[in-house]
């Protein structure tokens, strides 16, 4: 039986926990990033976590594409009801089916309608993290409270029209926030230089509040745009058809990894910590 092992942030255990590596890695990353010593933030920066959208798979081959991004942080799984955004993607059946499928941890995105019902039962599907959008949340809190007493990471995601200040408070109350750098419905979507100056600002809240809080971008994430996410403060990339467009995903996402790190190592707000 696996040793339960805190997610850094929350203090619950994470579904998806199988005492595995690479689970004990995203600790080990987090938690290093608690020294007080010059440049500690450098040996922190090692928590960029490069996470592959299976929006951007071959969806008759969902087993075979999650093993071919296994060197990834997360599994990106995009739920899309076809009410809150104009596409229909999967359900429950299927993320419980990947969850079986694949020893990456399940990142889930829910564009959906009434996420204060649908939400929990992604956890008992075997997500590791669920993100529900702001826009579709009427009690974000208790929400986020119940995802993470069922033992996943809670997540609140904002469209590109919505703005972060009116949620400061939230802030922790959550083990990530989600910046929308495309609206969300669609794969492989051009990423909005506007939304960078959301990104620091939502930095600059995180720090101010001292919080342990991912900081994610979805949206035209690739190899042009990856540093400048990097530069104004997120740590967490999904990236789609730059990973599953390449001829080798895994390549794909070491090579994303280390620009995101590379950028992230001389980034202001990185140095300050």
Request: charged content about 20%.
């Amino acid at each position: 039986m696996a040793t339960p092992v805190a997610l850094s942030g929350s203090g619950r255990r994470p579904a998806w926990h199988d005492g595995g590596p690479r689970n004990i890695r995203l600790r080990v990353q987090v938690r290093t990033g608690e020294s007080n010593r010059p440049g500690a933030w450098q040996a922190w920066g090692m928590a960029v976590q490069i996470n592959p959208s299976i929006l951007s798979a071959d969806f008759a081959r969902l087993a075979e594409e999650a093993k071919a991004v296994e060197g990834a942080d997360w599994l990106h799984v995009d739920v899309m009801d076809n009410h809150f955004v104009p596409n229909l993607t999967l359900g429950v059946p299927v993320v419980e089916s990947l969850a079986r499928a694949t020893d990456t941890p399940l990142d889930c995105h829910l564009m959906i309608e009434d996420a204060d019902r649908w939400a929990p039962q992604y956890v008992e599907a075997g997500a590791g993290s669920v993100t529900f959008h702001a826009e579709a949340a009427a009690a974000p809190v208790r929400l986020a409270r119940e995802i993470r007493a069922k033992g996943a990471r809670a997540s609140m995601a904002l469209k590109p029209a919505t703005p972060i200040e009116p949620y400061e408070d939230l802030l922790p109350e959550l083990d990530m926030l989600l910046i929308m750098t495309v609206e969300p419905g669609f794969g492989g979507q051009a990423f909005l230089d506007i939304m960078l100056p959301k990104i620091r600002r939502t930095r600059e809240l995180i720090s101010k509040h001292g919080l342990e809080l991912w900081l994610q971008v979805d949206g035209g994430v690739s190899a042009s745009t990856i540093e400048r996410c990097a530069e104004a403060g997120a740590d967490v990339f999904v990236a789609g058809s730059a990973v599953y467009g390449a001829a080798d995903p895994a390549q794909a996402v070491r090579a994303l990894r280390t620009q995101a790190r590379d950028a992230t190592a001389q980034a202001a707000w990185a140095c300050d910590h």
